[in-house]
């Protein structure tokens, strides 16, 4: 499995959360805070969500 | 240079340039970075090949959010013949580009909105001075109230 075109998508994720935070936030520390938070948090759900996926595909 | 819709026209233009008129330094340097950084990384992964509209019609116009720098592509190399093959992550790189014109959009849109003035929540609120309760007075003694034990 060629897994280089998934990791692509990681910079680009965080650069729209980055984008998307600092169009409705004020002050450089709020911006870089709140966008980190929010690209982690996502990161997660979508991690955890394939594990879940993974773990249950061996047993269906 | 004080009015939203030329402020906005500038940072269509060039990333980043809306917010340098309203003198917002860090939010012109993020902007300014983020979308010159994924529109020539995606430039760089799609080999240096512009997307065509025959390509992928949403790509090619998603990435007209980046203002001059795509224009200037697109008349060189928009209209180009077709090379024989595809680079292998054309697809990625066009994308990538796609949404580097997308976030100047959003930073545009952020430019147009009108400056934010401080809520009143966040203004200072003011200073209350708060006087030290009373002492309690102590208790009645019996047969002070009501009388007791009748």
Same mark, same amino acid.
């Given at each position: ?60 | ?28 340097? !993020? =902007? ?5 950084? +994924?529109?020539? /990384? *995606? &430039? ?44 292998? !992550? =054309? ?5 990538? +580009?796609?949404? /580097? *014109? &997308? ?48």
């Amino acid at each position: 499995m060629n897994i280089l075109p998934l990791l692509l998508f990681l910079p680009l994720c965080l650069g729209i959360s980055l984008a998307i935070t600092a169009a409705k936030e004020e002050g450089a520390s709020n911006i870089m805070v709140k966008a980190f938070k929010t690209f982690f948090a996502l990161s997660m759900i979508i991690f955890i969500g394939c594990v879940i996926l993974f773990g249950l595909s061996k047993y269906l | 240079m004080n009015n939203r819709f030329v402020q906005a026209v500038f940072a269509w233009l060039v990333p980043g340039a809306g917010h340098l008129l309203r003198k917002e330094f860090f939010k012109a340097a !993020l =902007f300014f970075a983020i979308v010159n950084l +994924a529109l020539f /990384a *995606g &430039l760089a992964i799609a080999g240096f090949r512009d997307i065509r509209m025959i390509d992928n019609p949403f790509f090619f116009v998603g990435r007209f959010g980046c203002g001059w720098v795509m224009m200037m592509l697109t008349m060189l190399t928009g209209y180009a013949p077709s090379p024989a093959a595809l680079p292998e !992550l =054309f697809e990625i790189g066009s994308l990538y +580009a796609c949404v /580097a *014109g &997308l976030m100047n959009i959003i930073a545009v849109l952020s430019v147009l909105s009108p400056v934010k003035t401080p809520s009143v929540e966040t203004a200072e609120a003011p200073v209350v001075q708060v006087q030290p309760p009373e002492a309690v007075a102590p208790p009645p003694q019996d047969g002070q109230i009501g009388g007791q034990g009748a």
